[in-house]
């Protein structure tokens, strides 16, 4: 269920394969040994089976827990690069995911999810289109009483993120931007230490739409 590629998504493709052919994966800043946050917030929501989409997933190691704890996850990313390091890494287990292969801002969801869980990838969308196409594609990918989890730089965050310009939020101004649909239910902040030691402030909030 993806849509053809534009040019700005083959502009960001290209961007994102290059960040991934340079380091490894557990080099990059925003790599996450244990998803602690993400996990108890999906946990506060629903119960397994439920299904859950890890939005521009990356290798993260969320969908592995998911499946352990019997979720029933989807991975989405704009590169395959990183989604094949996932699927190595699960071997047969990688068939319990839905695997996606598209810019999120042009998924054509095959289904509504339980849950919608973005981390780090919202804040990257700096052009008012791009996040009203978003929200769109959030509204068709899920329901009511589905729970959206966006992770996204702080307001005392870097407004900058391998090598890209991002947008910094705080609670409100995420739940502003998301839209009256949209219950605010949950916040966290986390300080992640990055790979090379640097603090960057991370702002959650836990969504129930109406
Ligand atoms: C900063 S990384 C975060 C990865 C993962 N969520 C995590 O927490 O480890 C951003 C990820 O989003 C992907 N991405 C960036 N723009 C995207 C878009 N428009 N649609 C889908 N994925 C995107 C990138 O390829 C990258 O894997």
């Known amino acids: 269920m993806v849509k053809p590629m534009q040019k700005d998504s083959f502009e960001s493709q290209e961007h994102w394969s290059r960040v991934y052919s340079a380091k490894p994966t557990e080099s990059v800043s925003w790599f996450q040994e244990h998803p602690a946050i993400s996990l108890e917030m999906i946990a506060r929501s629903c119960e397994p089976p439920a299904t859950v989409l890890d939005v521009g997933a990356g290798a993260a190691h969320l969908v ?4 352990e704890r019997g979720y029933r996850p989807g991975a989405l990313d704009i590169v395959p690069e990183p989604l094949e390091q996932v699927q190595k890494r699960l071997g047969d287990r990688s068939s ?3 695997w996606f292969i598209t810019d999120v801002t042009r998924f054509d969801s095959p289904h509504p999810w339980d849950v919608w869980h973005d981390r780090a990838v919202f804040h990257f969308l700096t ?3 791009e996040r009203e196409m978003y929200r769109s594609v959030l509204r068709a990918s899920t329901r009511s009483g589905s729970t959206v989890i966006v992770a ?3 307001m005392n965050g870097p407004d900058r ?3 890209l310009p991002t947008v910094r939020y705080s609670p409100e101004s995420l739940s502003e931007e998301l839209g ?3 219950d605010l239910v949950e916040t966290a902040f986390e300080t992640h230490q990055t790979p090379s030691g640097v603090a960057q402030e ?5 969504f129930e739409r109406k």
């Open 64 to 67: 592995d827990r998911l499946i």
């Open 96 to 98: 319990e995911i839905e």
């Open 127 to 129: 052009r008012p289109e």
């Open 152 to 154: 996204t730089f702080g």
């Open 161 to 163: 993120c391998s090598g």
């Open 180 to 182: 009256h649909d949209y």
């Open 202 to 206: 991370f702002v959650f909030c836990r």
